[in-house]
């Protein structure tokens, strides 16, 4: 009997303490949009709450399923009888079709986590008339948002442009920003009159970029002075940085390093969960002049390789050290690439597979 009377007491209190939480009580937790128009830009949406408990409520964080989804809410604790809200705004830009969004409310109440949902679909801008100048920014049209430079030569200069069209009906300021300072880009004219045609010129300069390979560069169209840094205004300048062996010598040819290696896939094996994995890919030159690792080439969150450049003298070999965590994997099979670019002139660019299995 005394050890129920303990628990009966143990129950007491604890139904006690939960009585004197906070308890949050929303109008509602799902909102509709219904259809929404690209072209009008962010849409919000408030959620009331109410604070039915005992004790001041606490929201500690919301955080949304999307980034394309933001959220800002009461700081102040609410006090009991008391109402707060929660904001939350959608931006559709480049996202036509249906959409459901999810928004997460943690808080001292009663049910830590409380989840919200926004829905609706989105109608996408009307397309410019002109079929070969699809892309949509505003009221300027453009032919394409990636700049093709294709491969560049180092110490060389790239030019290429972009037809551009003025679509709306009064006069249009257009130019570039956060562009990098190995790519210029010039607008002509800077003013479109309505409906007037133009085009935007990018240039790329080889020699003021440091490193070899892939180049990829996000920069900004900006109109009549008014910022937007969204991807609906951005454009992408991509390039690959190479070496221009058509210039050499023949002694330069009988002397150019020779890439050898003794493969080119890793097999790793088994990786257990949470855990890593040190591997070596050996690299040789069988020339005379020293081989010159560029650059690797490593798009792989999971795969981490230590040396990013290094000079092997003719005859001689070198370790290229690579790891691999299995940290944020799930269980399963991987194959994995990475891009070693030299100046061997037959082998300026090698690709090394790396396989193993998450258990």
């Known amino acids: 009997m005394k050890k129920f009377g303990f628990l009966m007491l143990g129950l007491m209190l604890s139904l006690a303490a939960f009585s004197q939480k906070a308890v949050i009580k929303f109008d509602e937790k799902q909102y509709d949009f219904e259809k929404i128009n690209e072209a009008d830009g ?7 709450f109410t604070n039915t408990g005992a004790s001041p409520l606490v929201i500690s964080k919301v955080r949304a399923s999307c980034g394309c989804t933001t959220p800002t809410w009461t700081k102040e604790p609410i006090e009991p009888g008391k109402k707060g809200s929660i904001t939350v705004t959608y931006n559709p830009a480049g996202r036509p079709s249906f959409f459901t969004k999810t928004i997460t409310v ?3 109440a009663t049910e830590e986590q409380t989840t919200l949902v926004i829905k609706g679909e989105v109608i996408p801008k009307v397309q410019s008339n002109n079929p070969s100048l699809p892309v949509v920014m505003g009221d300027l049209r453009l032919k ?4 093709q430079m294709n491969n560049v030569d180092k110490g060389k200069i790239q030019t290429r442009y972009i037809d551009i069209q003025n679509e709306g009906k009064s006069e249009m300021r257009v130019s570039l920003e956060n562009l990098p300072a190995f790519v210029t880009a010039t ?3 800077q003013v479109l009159k309505a409906g007037e045609t133009g085009k935007i010129t990018f240039t790329f300069n080889a020699k003021a970029y440091s490193q070899w390979g892939p180049v990829s560069e996000d920069v900004f169209v900006v109109l009549n002075n008014k910022r937007k840094y969204s991807p609906e205004f951005s454009m ?5 940085v190479v070496e221009d062996f058509g210039q050499m010598t023949l002694d330069q040819k009988r002397n ?3 890439l050898e290696t003794p493969g080119r896939s890793i097999d790793l094996g088994v990786i257990k969960k949470s855990s890593k994995k040190v591997a070596k890919f050996r690299i040789s030159n069988k020339g005379i002049d020293p ?4 650059r690797i080439i490593n798009n792989n969150r999971e795969i981490n390789v230590h040396q990013s450049n290094m000079t092997v003298k003719g005859g001689k070999s070198a370790n290229v050290i690579i790891d691999v965590s299995s940290k944020t994997l799930p269980a399963g099979d991987y194959k994995k690439a990475i891009t070693i670019q030299t100046n061997d002139p037959d082998n300026s660019f090698i690709l090394v597979t790396l396989n193993w299995k998450v258990q």
């Open 42 to 48: 962010k849409v919000s949406h408030v959620f009331i």
């Open 256 to 258: 150019a390093p020779i």
């Open 144 to 147: 394409s948002k990636v700049v």
């Open 236 to 240: 992408k300048v991509v390039a690959n």
């Open 106 to 108: 943690s808080s001292n």
């Open 187 to 189: 607008v002509t004219p």
């Open 291 to 294: 081989l010159e690792v560029r």
